[in-house]
Structure formats: structure tokens, C-alpha cells
């Protein structure tokens, strides 16, 4: 007899899949979701997948989500799927893009870019490459990957 643990829907709130293996505790780490939050969470994290090796994959109870957190989870994870739940169905589903133009949510790291400085500036990034991830600083052109971003998120 095979034994299987499941995690219950919920009512109210969002489904993240298709978070690439591991990644799903930086996911709630952008998102300020801690144990001081008020929000509950369930986390599978190294899910087998036919689209990817693993997956993660969030529920966050009574939580939605603004454009900027989209923006900061397609940096960690730019297949993830959103679903919004409403009375314990799916209202609205869709995935996280990479924005173009990436402003105000990364900090340059370059410690000479005038972003970085005394200036009210807010940083701001283009998107060079999806795969593998290369953005560049629009003021002082320094280019940054994976790596770099999601240690600068």
C-alpha cells in the first residue's frame, strides 16, 4: 500500500509552482514571508516534475501579490506558475515574466555606480539575456547574472 501526504487547498490566497528545486525558501524570502508574517505556508520542495528535474511549490494563505513581488519571483524563478485562489478555486492563473526594464527592486554591484551613492536615484536594470540571466546596471553598465541578482534581491 502506497502512502501519500498531501497539502490541502486553500481558501483564499496564492499558488507558486514550478519554482526550480531549492528555491522556494528564497521565494519567501522576497516576498517577507517569515515567522512573523501571519501568514501560513506550505512548501514541497523537491518535487519531481516532467516540465523541470525538481520543483517547488508555495501555498500562501490570505496573501496576494503586487506587480514589484512578480517582478522579484520571475528573478528567482522566470517559469513559475501563479494561481490565485478564491473560494478554494483558481480565479486567475498565469506565469511570472521578466520584466525588460527591472527598477527600484536590485541593488548595482558595483559599489562605484551612482545608484549606490548619496543620490536619490533608484537602480535601475535591462534585461540582456533570459537564459542564462544577464541584466545590465543602466547607469554604470556593469552586467549581472543569476548568481549576483538573487544575492542582491
Known sequence: ??????ISKIRE????????????LKVLSV??????????VSVAMFVQSNRMKTK???K???RFLEKSELDRIALIAPDATISVIKNYEISEKFTVEIP?????????????CITNGREPIRPE??????SPLV?????????????EIHSSL
Open 31 to 40: 516576498l517577507n514571508i517569515g515567522e512573523k508574517s501571519g501568514y501560513t
Open 60 to 62: 500562501i494563505e490570505s
Open 56 to 58: 517547488d511549490v508555495l
Open 100 to 112: 525588460k526594464r527591472i527598477l527600484g527592486i536590485l541593488k548595482c554591484n558595483n559599489q562605484n
Open 1 to 6: 500500500m502506497e502512502r501519500t501526504l498531501r
Open 125 to 130: 536594470f535591462e534585461l540582456l539575456s533570459r
Open 135 to 147: 541584466i545590465r546596471c543602466i547607469f554604470c553598465e556593469r552586467n549581472m547574472g543569476e548568481s
Open 13 to 24: 490566497g496564492i499558488v507558486i509552482d514550478h519554482i526550480p528545486g531549492g528555491k522556494s
